[in-house]
């Protein structure tokens, strides 16, 4: 008989495992329940071990003697070095180092430790590039990218935000990168830009200066009837971005006003709308701006200005939190060259302190590592 045995933290997982790895020919042979335990503050979760075996004999079995001094043996449980927790607090000690390094939150960065303790075994704490690896996998996956929305631009698109992101910059290179990248591929589309912000002093003449190089038309409306009117008589018009008002949304009347501007696009088929945030502003004014304008109807952010701001562990963490993905990502000035679809690959390879060469990552599965997933696989290559 050939025995096999895998931990997880319920019974039904440790058998899948057994299944997955092995195969299904394994017959489930005992079971343990490994008693939890804390150390440098983080309590690991209950988890399940169990042993399966496999008749490669038909005509051989075990006694029941010899079947019970085998389960003696595999539940006794060896005393864990201290030199190996030791190790596991340093390899812990170190993590959070290049969590708060990064800027990551606080809960963040518990939440990340604390998963990362519960969810890999005793021999795997000791193993400083397989935690790295999973800890990147998890960072990764907790970035959210709205891909849907770069292959699939509406046909109205509107950027909403506080004065000073970018937002008139941003729309410019959102219209170039539609209306002026053209190939046989993938044709330039007729592109209008729209400008609702009559307040701030030059708004009109900024929007169409990058019309008049581009060659794309600029419109100014002040009223939701004109723009209703103008999204009428313009059906043909293949993407229509709509710059609005710059002002603090703390402005009630001014946020009330453009709200009802803006309303003229409900009827339409094809709307959205983003957000502008610049990477340099602190999370807490960041929280603040996206519940000021949360009752517009935000299906993603375009995270400006990245290139003023060395460390992304803040963006990371504030984003996790919230249930908006990243459409965009500006890093200067340069129309369009300086907007880029974002990818987690945008914020990973700006994080710092890992052994990994981020900057060069290429996501692959070619690690033999099992239990651990492609992306794991992947961080652990390099």
């Keep these: 008989m050939e025995f096999v045995?895998?931990?997880?933290?319920?019974?039904?997982e440790a058998v899948r495992k057994i299944h997955q790895i092995y195969g299904m020919d394994y017959t489930i042979y005992?079971?343990?329940?490994?008693?939890?335990?804390?150390l440098f503050g983080l309590r690991r979760s209950e988890r399940y071990e169990v042993t399966a075996y496999r008749n490669t004999d038909a005509g051989l079995?075990?006694?029941p003697q010899q079947h019970r001094e085998r389960e003696l043996r595999q539940e006794?449980?060896?005393?864990?070095?201290?030199?190996?927790?030791?190790?596991?607090?340093?390899?812990?000690?170190?993590?959070?180092?290049?969590?708060?390094?990064?800027?990551f939150s606080p809960a963040y960065t518990e939440r990340l430790l604390k998963r990362l303790y519960?969810?890999?075994?005793?021999?795997?704490?000791?193993?400083r590039s397989?935690?790295?690896?999973?800890?990147?996998?998890?960072?990764s996956d907790s970035i959210r990218v709205d891909r849907h929305g770069q292959t699939s631009t509406p046909r109205i698109f509107g950027l909403l935000g506080p004065t000073g992101v970018g937002k008139t910059t941003t729309i410019a290179k959102i219209a170039a990168l539609h209306g002026l990248q053209g190939d046989t591929d993938c044709p330039a589309k007729q592109v209008t830009m729209i400008t609702i912000d009559s307040y701030r002093i030059g708004a009109r003449a900024q929007i169409g200066t990058f019309g008049e190089i581009m060659g794309i038309p600029v419109v100014e409306v002040q009223h939701r009837d004109e723009l209703q009117q103008y999204l009428k008589s313009h059906q043909h018009t293949d993407l229509i971005l709509i710059d609005?008002?710059?002002?603090?949304?703390?402005?009630?009347?001014i946020q009330q006003e453009m709200k009802e501007i803006l309303s003229a696009c409900t009827s339409e088929p094809s709307v959205g709308f983003s957000l502008a945030l610049s990477a340099s502003m602190k999370s807490s004014d960041m929280k603040r701006t996206i519940e000021r304008f949360s009752e517009f109807p935000l299906s993603s952010i375009v995270l400006t200005k990245l290139d003023e701001t060395e460390m992304v562990g803040n963006l990371i963490s504030l984003f996790d939190e919230i249930d908006i993905p990243i459409l965009y990502v500006t890093a200067g000035q340069k129309v369009p060259q300086d907007l880029m679809p974002m990818t987690e690959g945008v914020f990973l390879r700006r994080l710092q302190g890992?052994?990994?060469?981020?900057?060069?990552?290429?996501?692959?599965?070619?690690?033999d590592c099992p239990g651990l997933s492609p992306k794991e696989r992947a961080f652990l290559a390099h």
């Design 5 to 12: 045995t895998e931990q997880a933290s319920s019974y039904e």
């Design 30 to 38: 005992s079971t343990k329940r490994i008693q939890s335990r804390r």
């Design 61 to 63: 079995a075990l006694q």
């Design 76 to 103: 006794k449980q060896e005393p864990e070095s201290p030199l190996e927790d030791e190790l596991i607090i340093q390899q812990f000690r170190d993590l959070r180092a290049i969590c708060e390094l990064n800027e």
């Design 118 to 127: 519960d969810e890999s075994a005793h021999e795997e704490l000791l193993q």
């Design 130 to 139: 397989l935690l790295e690896a999973r800890l990147l996998s998890w960072i």
């Design 244 to 253: 609005t008002i710059g002002k603090s949304p703390r402005d009630t009347e």
């Design 354 to 367: 890992f052994s990994v060469d981020l900057e060069n990552l290429i996501i692959g599965d070619d690690t």
